[in-house]
């Protein structure tokens, strides 16, 4: 049952258009929302989050949209630059009462490539 | 940089031997994590500990063992490895920012099991 997830496997964009990459979850108890950027052959690099509290987060180019009622996000890159070409996960936060701890659920990934 | 240093880095290791990678953080996070990626199925948690000599299993467990003797070190043993345990593994600590724990990743340990 996967809890977090990014149903476009792959995306391709023009540099200096918009990308949009989404990412829907189902549990409700999900409370704080990231991106990570992951290179080839490198770890995984936070890239920006947002609170259950807010429904938009900015950081210079990137943007992350939440809608808690659609249990969507989505994150928007404007302008998309060839730099931009990785693969995006997606990743919801919960408090695990069971397991005494906050953990991360990632979704499968998003492979976004920005042609020049 | 999340002061995360993994070994090795690369490996390849024969069916039916014991593995164990090394994660080993200068930030004394009380919470690391074991994550193997693999495509088709993004990031997936092993094990994670929430301090000296507390481990806990993650989703995807069976077949690894942990140890955290030391704030600093986490270890990932395959007590015998197998070929569907070729993957990325990849350690994590879990940093509060904002209004959010962020976890983040080392550069990862990558496994070939022949």
């Known amino acids: 049952d996967q809890q977090v997830k990014q149903n476009s496997p792959s995306l391709s964009v023009q540099e200096g258009r918009i990308s949009i990459l989404n990412c829907d979850y189902t549990n409700s108890m999900f409370d704080y929302f990231l991106w990570y950027k992951k290179y080839p052959a490198e770890g995984p690099t936070f890239l920006i989050s947002i609170s259950s509290i807010k429904d938009k987060n900015e950081d210079g180019r990137f943007t992350v949209f939440l809608n808690k009622s659609a249990k969507h996000l989505s994150l928007h890159i404007v302008p998309s630059q060839p730099g931009d070409s990785a693969v995006y996960f997606c990743a919801a936060s919960g408090w695990i009462s069971g397991a005494g701890s906050y953990q991360l659920t990632f979704g499968k990934g998003t492979k976004l490539s920005v042609i020049p | 940089d999340a002061g995360i240093t993994q070994s090795p880095r690369h490996k390849v290791t024969e069916t039916g031997t014991p593995v164990t990678l090394r994660c080993h953080q200068t930030e004394n996070h009380r919470y690391m994590y074991w994550y193997r990626q693999d495509p088709g199925h993004g990031l997936r948690l092993i094990h994670y500990?929430?301090?000296?000599?507390?481990?806990d299993k993650g989703e995807v467990s069976d077949g690894y063992s942990v140890s955290r003797s030391k704030t600093e070190d986490f270890l990932l043993t395959l007590e015998s490895a197998t070929s569907s345990q070729t993957s990325v593994y990849f350690c994590a600590i879990s940093a509060r920012v904002d209004s959010g724990n962020t976890i983040y990743f080392g550069e990862g340990s990558w496994l070939t099991v022949v």
């Open positions: 500990s929430y301090g000296v000599k507390d481990t």
